[in-house]
């Protein structure tokens, strides 16, 4: 094992892994430019090392003969002893974060929690087409178990703001809980666990959301449509409303959406329909537009740069909507499939009478 770093990395894993004498294992990990980085490394008697840079902490992933680890990395050298899916030992100066919280009965919860969940996980695989009524018991009982998994991660937060595992279940999160309570935990955590890649780009997301939320004049975009025209959001100011759309082909309540809207037939002279496709190839989007007969709306690809608009309006999901009043103010922020406020929102805004064909 190595006494020290040489000048081009700032962090080291010595693994070993128990009764695996050969073979391969993937390493996952974000390095300090915050790119996913896939390492397929050799073990050679039972050992493996992993080096390279990351910020100060990352969440480093192992898979290795059907078996997945993950642990919390931070600069330095970590030397670590894995068994199946176990941490059986683990030291050195990279290993801080993972040490401390080894020693949290929170921890020992969680943990037990998502075993129980992998467990029924398998048990659903098992039935799933076999027995329906099964399945649907062990389906109920995992949503049980992963509302309870979440309340886990939540109070891990609150209890260890000074460990970089609260900010990756912070990540875990985000997509489960409202703004209100994620900018509430992030904002409990010490500033030496925010100051880093990951919770400057929490810090940012939630500034964009707030420039951009309910009642605020929308930040304006400049982007090429799929007819090559120059659209600026500005554009439509004091002219018409506007609805900003952000979708993907492969995106079912999308589709759903954009289908229950163009059912209400609502006048382009009033109200300006705007598809951001997002996350989505070229080739689909395209193939989607011609599909669902969507080029009667502006219809703007976010891939160059990618996710351009995506990260600039801190979108957590799609489908995410904004409604924009005449003034660029924003009438509504619709995150998932809200049609029906949607509508309802578009109705108040725009006389009613005026509003369909």
Request: overall charge positive.
């Amino acid at each position: 094992m190595s006494a020290q770093l040489n000048a081009q990395n700032n962090f080291e894993v010595n693994g070993k892994i128990i009764e695996n004498d050969f073979g391969k294992v993937v390493a996952t990990y974000l390095n300090h430019n915050n790119k996913i980085i896939n390492d397929t490394l050799e073990v050679k008697h039972s050992k493996f090392k992993i080096v390279g840079n990351i910020d100060k902490y990352s969440n480093l992933s192992i898979v290795y003969n059907n078996n997945t680890i993950s642990f919390i990395i931070n600069r330095g050298i970590t030397n670590v002893t894995i068994e199946g899916n176990k941490i059986i030992n683990i030291n050195g100066t990279g290993a801080i974060t993972e040490k401390n919280k080894l020693k949290s009965q929170r921890y020992t919860t969680i943990k037990k929690t998502e075993n129980e969940i992998f467990s029924l996980q398998n048990q659903y695989l098992k039935v799933y087409s076999k027995d329906s009524i099964e399945a649907k018991r062990i389906a109920t009982q995992g949503q049980i178990l992963q509302t309870k998994l979440f309340d886990e991660y939540k109070q891990f937060i609150k209890e260890n703001p000074n460990s970089y595992q609260s900010l990756e279940y912070l990540r875990i999160l985000s997509p489960q809980i409202s703004f209100d309570d994620y900018e509430y935990l992030f904002s409990s955590l010490s500033s030496h666990v925010k100051d880093n890649v990951f919770g400057n780009k929490i810090s940012s997301e939630i500034k964009n959301k707030k420039n951009n939320s309910k009642g605020k004049v929308i930040e304006d975009f400049e982007k090429k449509d799929i007819n090559d025209n120059t659209i600026k959001l500005t554009d439509f100011r004091n002219k018409k409303s506007v609805l900003l759309i952000f979708w993907a082909s492969w995106c079912a309540p999308c589709i759903e959406e954009l289908k229950i809207l163009k059912k209400e037939n609502i006048k382009p002279e009033l109200l300006e329909i705007i598809l951001i496709s997002t996350l989505d190839k070229q080739e689909s989007w395209k193939a989607a537009i011609e599909k669902y007969s969507l080029q009667e709306y502006i219809n703007i690809s976010d891939s160059n740069p990618p996710q351009e608009l995506y990260q600039k309006y801190s979108i957590p999901f799609i489908p995410t909507s904004f409604l924009i009043n005449k003034d660029g103010v924003i009438v509504g922020r619709y995150e998932g499939l809200q049609t029906d406020q949607v509508l309802k929102d578009i109705y108040n805004t725009i006389d009613k009478n005026n509003l369909l064909n």
